[in-house]
């Protein structure tokens, strides 16, 4: 038996290289698809209390579809239902990848987002029941605080400008897809109305076609997944299950390892699932998201409204959950993890770094919304309160990591030109190719061997 030591996990380390050109080019829809995110919450809010405030509703309560296949919906209802069904179908890719080649795919390197997340969504959650049982309001919402918007955090970063290091970025999404993942059981198991079995076996069936075409038959055509897709959403939104979960389970069963040939080499240049991914999430990131946002953020914020939206323990219970309850959840699941696994801080970094992405994480607008909905939509009023609350949530927690991140920018700055500094022009930053043993990082570490491999 070996008696050399293990290698410690680094936390917020240099992510490897091949993860890092993943994160640069994801984060980059990510975050042109938060800014567009941020405007559509503005003209929501602007639209729903203008004197065209009306209009606002009577669009987003329009109804058109086809009542006989349960499809006869409101363009919000559509907006939630439909477009939304993108998000999850690349939530669902990028889980799927996270767990075959990201860093959910070590249990060493896992632990730490893992347990970070799990206690993000937990204690988010004990705020609110905890506020609820003492104002005697309704437990329902208690899943609302929980999310994490990624896109959104991402949107308040590029607008303060600040400079995080790869390291905590990627931790962030990791932390979000971890977050995505819990988002997605919690509406699939308790947020299900009455099942129709017929309709859910054959969105079953549909999955079950999906697969052997794509993994068995290796067919690459759109115009077959496309209405096969549509087949099966509007079946799972027939079952009673959410039919955002048809998104993510159609994304899970997309192929993430390029195929190889009988000498080990790829004979594919990406993976189908990394194909789709690039044209999809544009999609996402800059129409499906936003539109969403557009017909769930208009909420009245008069003075009157916003004073009831603190009174009332529902609304209370969420604005506590995501500012309090994410950043002592986030940090103290952290601190834990680092605490009594092999993990430590990057030599960077300080442990007031950790406490700017909790308080990140607290931006729980897109998911939050929607469990809203879900959670109080036979109390449309509450509902309400519960939808200001989450954008009251949401901006107090990105106004304070705004500010705390933005006095940390110098150090930040310094991190990134280092980590990106390329002297030999070579398209591979520096700290990648320093002989092995000048990384401390066991990430970074990890990248000049993944560097050497690759030739």
């Known amino acids: ?91 669902g890719i990028e889980l799927k990848r996270e767990l075959l080649l990201g860093e959910l795919r070590r249990p060493a390197a896992a632990a730490l987002p893992v347990v970070a997340a799990v206690c993000g969504m937990v204690v988010p959650a004990l705020f609110y029941v905890a506020v609820n049982a003492a104002g005697g309001g309704q437990m329902d919402g208690w899943a609302i605080p929980m999310a994490t918007d990624i896109a959104f955090a991402l949107g308040v970063l590029a607008v303060i400008g600040t400079n995080l290091p790869s390291g905590i970025r990627a931790f962030l999404l990791t932390l979000a897809i971890v977050d995505d993942l819990g988002a997605i059981l919690v509406i699939a198991v308790f947020y299900t109305s009455a099942l129709n079995l017929p309709a ?19 067919v690459r055509g759109w115009y077959v997944y496309v209405p096969l897709g549509l087949v099966i959403w509007a079946l799972m939104h027939a079952s009673g299950v959410h039919a955002t979960i048809a998104g993510v389970a159609m994304g899970m069963l997309l192929r993430v390892v390029p195929t ?69 959840g986030v940090f103290g699941g952290t601190y834990l993890a680092a605490r009594f696994t092999r ?81 030999d022009r070579d398209g591979i930053p520096d700290i990648y190719e320093r002989p092995r043993g000048t990384v401390t990082e066991g990430a970074a570490g990890r990248a000049d061997r993944e560097v050497n491999r690759e030739g």
Do not use: C
Not at 7 to 19: A, W, Y
Not at 271 to 298: D, K, N, Q, T, Y
Not at 400 to 422: H, Q, S
């Open 200 to 218: 859910l076996g054959g969105a079953l069936a549909g999955l079950a076609v999906f697969w052997f075409l794509h993994q068995k038959l290796r």
């Open 343 to 423: 993990a430590r801080l990057s030599e960077d970094l300080e442990w007031a770094d950790v406490a700017g992405v909790a308080l990140l994480a607290g931006i729980g607008f897109t998911v939050s919304l929607l469990v809203g909905d879900l959670a109080f939509a036979d109390n449309a009023e509450t509902g309400e309160y519960v939808k200001a609350a989450v954008l009251i949530g949401s901006l107090l927690s990105a106004v304070a990591a705004a500010v705390f991140l933005k006095f940390r920018d110098a150090r930040y700055k310094r991190l990134w030109e280092e980590e990106n500094r390329d002297d």
């Open 1 to 91: 038996m070996s008696n050399a030591p293990k290698e410690r996990t680094s936390l917020f380390g240099l992510p490897s290289f091949q993860e890092r050109r993943f994160l640069l080019e994801a984060l980059r829809a990510e975050t042109v698809g938060g800014m567009l995110l941020l405007a559509a919450a503005v003209v929501a809010l602007v639209w729903a209390n203008s004197p065209w405030g009306g209009l606002y509703e009577s669009v987003r309560d329009f109804h058109f579809g086809i009542s006989s296949l349960h499809l006869d919906l409101s363009v919000g209802h559509w907006a939630s239902d439909g477009l939304l069904t993108i998000f999850f179908f690349v939530a």
């Open 260 to 328: 190889k040939g009988s000498e080990g080499w790829p004979t594919e240049k990406e993976s189908p699932a990394e194909r789709i991914e690039h044209l999809v999430r544009p999609l996402s990131a800059g129409f499906a998201v936003p539109v969403f946002a557009l017909f769930a953020a208009g909420v009245s914020v008069s003075g009157d409204a916003l004073g009831e939206t603190f009174r009332r323990p529902e609304s209370l219970g969420v604005i506590l959950g995501l500012f309090a309850g994410k950043l002592i």
